[in-house]
């Protein structure tokens, strides 16, 4: 159809003729037919030798993270056997952005490769397409353009962190999770001690406190951890606090149950993701099913009852919300089990008084300076990139 420039062109050509017979100038008419002839020539040009153009996309990584750069590579093959016309293409990147290639003229059957970078400003998913190739005659008086490639998405999921996982007498969860694990007899048999009070009544050996005059233990080599559930609460009123604005709260929530989800897979936990609204993930490849979600996750539904955690050996059950006073943490857990150690982050505790197993996480550094103190080893020293990541 006529670009802006055509259509002033096709306007001028109507008044030309119309003057022209108005005052009877034949030169008017003269200038007239060779504007409305080089509109019409324009547009038969373009319609008629459009180009036939085949283009592939390919977008790597497929998942990025919040400030990485990704690269999109177009691959643009001249399918028929003449030269192409020039044609510009563009492919609009988010809602923001938009690339722009020039592509000369391609000799029959040729094949060229061209390609830019991709930002990742914020976690979502990224709209990549679809491409349009614009072609224009010389005179600029008439354009076509058509689709050539479909759309395409890609994740951008939240920054990540390196954690470090707990390990039995290292640091305030460590210790914790080594005398829960002498109470319960959770381990190899190693030997028989005295009762001490605290002991879970299931590690009393009955024959041996028969024989004795005090009641007697099983001791056990202790293992370490072996599972993770990490619970994100989705509730709006759980980051509705006096020192953080909600939002960025809840950004930060996301980013660190990214953290403990990527890190516990990583570290050879078996992990499970929990959230409101029934979402629960868990199996083969869990961290980046977690990733996924996370780059589209929004404030949401409460969280459901957790259901009973199948697994065995010491876990913990990593709560993530805003604060100490909300539902997600101050709900009982009706299916206890003594192996499961639960400990809180909370992205804006406000005045509250946190205990050993609650970490402040009002701010990055804080996190990371209280999460190496829980876990008794050096946390967050690196960033963390998704599977399939740029590196």
């Known amino acids: 159809m006529p670009t802006r420039q055509g259509w002033t062109v096709a306007v001028a050509a109507v008044l030309a003729v119309a003057v022209g017979r108005v005052f009877g100038i034949v030169e008017l008419f ?32 497929t998942m990025l993270t919040v400030g990485d750069q990704g690269r999109v590579d177009l691959t643009i093959e001249n399918r028929r056997r003449l030269p192409s016309p020039r044609v510009e293409l563009t492919e609009p990147v988010g809602s923001a952005n938009t690339a ?15 390609g830019y970078r991709v930002p990742a400003p914020q976690r979502g998913l990224l709209a990549i397409g679809p491409t349009s190739v614009v072609r ?72 041996a406190s028969a024989r004795s005059l005090d009641l007697k233990v099983r001791q056990h080599e202790a293992q370490g951890v072996r599972r ?10 759980a980051y509705v606090g006096v020192a953080d604005d909600p939002a960025r709260s809840f950004e930060r929530a996301i980013s660190i149950a990214g953290s403990l989800a ?80 639960r400990v809180g982050i909370f992205t804006d505790p406000g005045d509250h008084r946190l205990a050993p197993l609650m970490v402040d996480a009002h701010s990055t550094a804080a996190f990371r300076e209280h999460w190496a103190k829980l876990a008794g080893r050096q946390g967050m020293t690196r960033q963390l990139q998704p599977v399939g990541a740029a590196r």
Request: proline content about 7%.
């Open 100 to 114: 722009k290639l020039t592509v000369a003229s391609l000799p029959a059957r040729a094949v060229v490769n061209a």
């Open 136 to 207: 224009r005659d010389l005179l600029g008086l008439a354009s076509d353009r058509r689709v050539m490639a479909a759309a395409s998405e890609v994740v951008v999921a939240p920054l990540t962190y390196e954690l470090a996982m707990p390990s039995l007498g290292h640091g305030v969860l460590g210790r914790h999770l080594l005398a829960l694990a002498q109470r319960t007899g959770l381990g190899e048999f190693h030997s028989l001690r005295d009762y001490v009070p605290g002991d879970e009544p299931r590690s009393i050996h009955w024959r």
């Open 228 to 237: 993770c559930i990490v619970v994100l609460d989705r509730e709006s009123a």
């Open 30 to 61: 003269v200038i007239g037919a060779g504007l409305g002839v080089a509109v019409v020539w324009s547009v038969l040009v373009v319609r008629l030798l459009r180009p036939r153009l085949r283009i592939t996309r390919w977008v790597h990584p």
């Open 262 to 341: 990527l890190s516990a897979d990583r570290s050879g936990l078996t992990t499970r993701f929990v959230t409101g609204g029934g979402l629960d993930l868990r199996g083969p490849e869990v961290s980046a099913h977690v990733l996924r979600r996370l780059a589209q996750i929004d404030l949401g539904p409460p969280l459901d009852e957790l259901e009973r955690d199948p697994g065995e050996g010491l876990g913990l059950v990593i709560v993530v919300t805003g604060s100490p006073d909300s539902a997600a943490w101050r709900r009982p857990d009706r299916n206890v089990d003594p192996t499961l150690t």
